[in-house]
T-cell receptor, first 113, second 112 residues
Framework: SQTIHQWPATLVQPVGSPLSLECTVE??????LYWYRQAAGRGLQLLFY??????ISSEVPQNLSASRPQDRQFILSSKKLLLSDSGFYLC????????????FGDGTRLSIL | AQSVTQLDSHVSVSEGTPVLLRCNYS??????LFWYVQHPNKGLQLLLK??????LVKGINGFEAEFKKSETSFHLTKPSAHMSDAAEYFC??????????FGTGTRLKVLA
């Protein structure tokens, strides 16, 4: 069966520090991969998605970036965190093809001080 | 353009009573529709999906939803609420592309 792993579960970082969140998927190949941010009490905002290695699409201009160095690995990064980057970050995958559901990791709670 | 509206931001029910969480969608094509549940500080778990097969969809944990094209609705129901159902629920629409449109969520409270 397929599984998705996100780490770390929680992270506290100072303003201006760098960020690296990692997500890996097991049990499938060539998944579509996603990064979302969920602000407190709000819905999900799509940040990035990827349909293949090295292929990243950005949905929202910001100081975050994403990379997909391997088929089942998706990394969210920042060179300098802002206070507004606080939130709950979720990675998700789906199989290729139409009408497939997304499957989510357990998320990373990021607090910026 | 696609959109999803969850009509209630909060719903409270007593344990053992029915649950109804309402969702309306707008889509230019035949949509795929999903319901997810999110417990605190957890990711979203897929409850059920509609992808143009049967209009009544059964999901996990006793939940089901009915796709009504004429009403552009996809309401989530459960005959009898359990304390463990207390969580946030998201209705999601997709038109078969990579993008998913999420509702703003309905927080379900279950009273003992």
């Amino acid at each position: 069966s397929q599984t998705i792993h996100q780490w770390p579960a929680t992270l506290v970082q100072p303003v201006g520090s760098p960020l690296s969140l990692e997500c890996t998927v097991e049990g499938t190949s060539n998944p579509n991969l996603y990064w979302y941010r969920q602000a407190a009490g709000r819905g999900l905002q799509l940040l990035f998605y990827s349909v293949g290695i090295g292929q990243i699409s950005s949905e929202v201009p910001q100081n975050l970036s994403a990379s997909r160095p391997q088929d089942r690995q998706f990394i969210l990064s920042s060179k300098k965190l802002l206070l507004s980057d606080s939130g709950f970050y979720l990675c998700a995958w789906r199989s290729t093809g139409s009408n497939q559901p997304q499957h989510f990791g357990d998320g990373t709670r990021l607090s910026i001080l | 353009a696609q959109s999803v509206t969850q009509l209630d931001s909060h719903v409270s029910v007593s344990e053992g009573t029915p649950v109804l969480l309402r969702c309306n969608y707008s889509s230019s094509y035949s949509p795929s529709l999903f319901w997810y549940v999110q417990h605190p500080n957890k990711g979203l778990q897929l409850l059920l999906k509609y992808t143009s097969a049967a209009t009544l969809v059964k999901g996990i944990n006793g939940f089901e939803a009915e796709f009504k094209k004429s009403e552009t609705s996809f309401h989530l129901t459960k005959p009898s609420a359990h304390m463990s159902d207390a969580a946030e629920y998201f209705c999601v629409v997709s038109e078969g592309t990579y993008k998913y449109i999420f509702g703003t969520g309905t927080r379900l409270k279950v009273l003992a």
